[in-house]
């Protein structure tokens, strides 16, 4: 909450200059006047303001909360300004819901919000008041909602860090995070989106966006990770591997890789460095495998560069990662990297055999066969190795990393989003023709119009949602035709198959949207009356007791 604290040990520190300015929602608004305060735009208070009720409980100086003294539930939460007056009440109400609610220095109520997003959005649009400006979100709450603003005249860039999927391990066709979900539907209403890899940049497109808004914006490696005269002696079987001890990094597999070797008579070791709540499952499984003389877990250490210019090789075997800080650090050392096949990461860095080497994923035998393999190769081969890893993670230091950035921010302009309507209870589009005939790689559809501007025609995407999954996918059209009679417009759509492979037997229904639309705008589209289910190769369309067009596996 201090911001000024923050920026003063930031700047300190030498990580942020001095003509920054850092800005805090709440510190904001408590600075601000009547009239700032004004500038917030929402709806009119409703009348009455339900007064404090509750067991009050003080978090802090600035923060109140009311517990319903029965349940123990929050149903009210105060901000308050620093001289205690009362700034935003946060106020859980039966029928109604949550209702946030903006108070005058005087104390009346100003405006009100009834969702969160709709508080900090309207925050966002008061603040970023400058010309031109830039709003870099790289948080997954805020994510899921920033998309919202369309009345907006900043750019706005979003950084992933890591995978936009649940099971990035199973393909690119399955469901989105929970915590992506939104972000992902209106994935076109951000002006650019920044990912670390182009493994990542293929799933995304593989969902059917054009991916026109996508750049390679990838994370940093600390300058001087990349040794230019790295030791020439290391001990061939010394292994360092660096990761927090968490299941997600499945450091069980290495150790097992190495029991394995071990019963093979192979010398080799491993160190992993850094801390965790796994590590007593670790230890444990170190302990009955037998192998305290050759798997070592020291914890946090200050001298991990000086550790992995003295390995020799390094691993990584997680369930997934964005862009792996700790590969790229260990390849930088000249250690070469023998790791799982892991969405995202390893085969945008790795040259199979020339500067390490991919393994199948969550394959711990083909771990240890390639680990063995790698020791007995010679040592021209092995130091050639080395200088080819150190040589590829060069592009990821600084200076080409801010370069990609200063690309995207010089390049970026603000996407021209539609009309900011709420059509959540939007009627479907009605069909005129409807035809659904099989392709080689799924099906082609053809919806006839009527009465449609050409205009809004050519921005209509066709939207495949599962009906209980949050996966999806879209197609543009493909073809657009116009009939002479009646003003009717014919939109093809290219259907892939592809999109249904992680969910089989998952009915998905099937929408029509404008391209930069908001989700919820999307319109269901209504089967002529006489339409009949259409089989086309192993999916059936047809029409839902409410008329309306979706697909299921054909039974």
């Known amino acids: 909450m ?67 003294s029965r349940t123990g539930r929050v149903i009210r939460r105060n901000y308050l300004r620093g001289d205690g007056s009362l700034l935003l009440a946060d106020i859980e109400v039966p029928k109604l819901g949550r209702r946030f609610i903006l108070h005058s220095p005087s104390g009346e109520p100003m405006v009100e919000w009834r969702r969160p997003r709709d508080f900090y959005n309207a925050w966002i649009t008061a603040t970023v008041t400058k010309s031109p400006a830039v709003v870099i979100v790289d948080d997954k709450k805020v994510s899921e909602f920033i998309h919202e603003i369309s009345d907006r005249d900043f750019a706005l860039i979003l950084f992933l860090h890591g995978s936009h999927l649940s099971h990035p391990w199973n393909g690119n066709h399955g469901q989105p995070l929970r915590a992506r ?25 593989a969902m059917g966006f054009s991916g026109e808004n996508i750049r390679l914006l990838t994370g940093e490696l600390p300058q001087g990770s990349v040794v230019s005269d790295p030791p020439m002696e290391r001990d061939m079987g010394n292994a360092v591997m660096v990761a927090n001890l968490i299941d997600l990094k499945r450091i069980e597999h290495p150790i097992r890789a190495i029991a394995k070797l071990r019963d093979r ?14 590590r007593p499952k670790l230890e444990a499984l170190v302990d009955e495998l037998d192998l305290s003389d050759r798997v070592k877990l020291p914890g946090y250490v200050n001298d991990v560069h000086e550790r992995l210019t003295s390995a020799s090789f390094s691993t990584l075997t997680s369930t997934s990662e964005g862009l792996p800080l700790s590969l790229l650090e260990a390849m930088g050392a000249g250690c070469v990297p023998i790791v799982y096949d892991i969405t995202y990461g390893p085969r945008d860095l790795i040259d199979q055999g020339v500067n390490g080497f991919i393994t199948p994923w969550s394959d711990i035998d083909a771990l240890a066969d390639q680990i063995d393999a790698f020791l007995t190769l010679d040592e021209d081969r092995v130091e050639g ?85 949050s996966t999806f996918f879209v197609s543009s ?60 190769g192993d999916r059936e369309w047809y029409s839902t007791k409410h008329g309306n067009l979706s697909v299921r596996p054909h039974s």
């Open 385 to 469: 190795m080395r200088r080819e890893a150190r040589k590829t993670v060069e592009r990821y230091l600084p200076e080409a990393g801010y370069q990609r950035w200063q690309d995207a921010l010089e390049e970026v302009a603000v996407v021209n989003l539609p009309d900011d309507r709420d059509e959540k209870s939007a009627p479907s589009i009605a069909a005129r023709k409807l035809t659904c005939e099989a392709t080689t790689q799924g099906c082609r559809i053809e919806i006839e119009l009527d009465r449609i501007h050409p205009a809004i025609a050519e921005s209509l995407e066709l939207v495949v949602a599962g009906r209980k999954l």
């Open 265 to 278: 008579g192979v010398a080799v070791s491993l160190t992993v460095l850094g801390e965790g709540p796994a």
């Open 181 to 205: 979900t939104d972000t992902m539907r209106n994935f076109d209403r951000f002006d650019i989106v920044g990912v670390q890899t182009q493994q990542q940049a293929e799933a995304i497109r």
């Open 477 to 536: 059209s493909t073809q657009i035709s116009t009939r002479r009679f009646g003003n009717k417009v014919v939109l093809t759509f290219d259907v892939d198959y592809a999109g249904f492979s992680e969910s089989p037997d998952e009915t998905f229904d099937v929408f029509l949207r404008r391209a930069h639309d908001m989700w919820t705008a999307k319109r269901r589209i209504k089967a002529p009356r006489r339409f009949r289910a259409v089989q086309a």
């Open 2 to 68: 201090d911001t000024d604290e923050i920026r003063d040990r930031l700047i300190a520190q030498g990580k942020m200059r001095d003509d920054v300015e850092l800005v805090n929602i709440w510190q904001d608004l408590r600075g601000r006047s009547e009239a700032g305060l004004a500038r917030l735009e929402g709806e009119p208070p409703r009348m009455p303001i339900p007064d404090e009720d509750g067991e009050l409980e003080n978090i802090t100086p600035f923060y109140d909360v009311f517990r319903n």
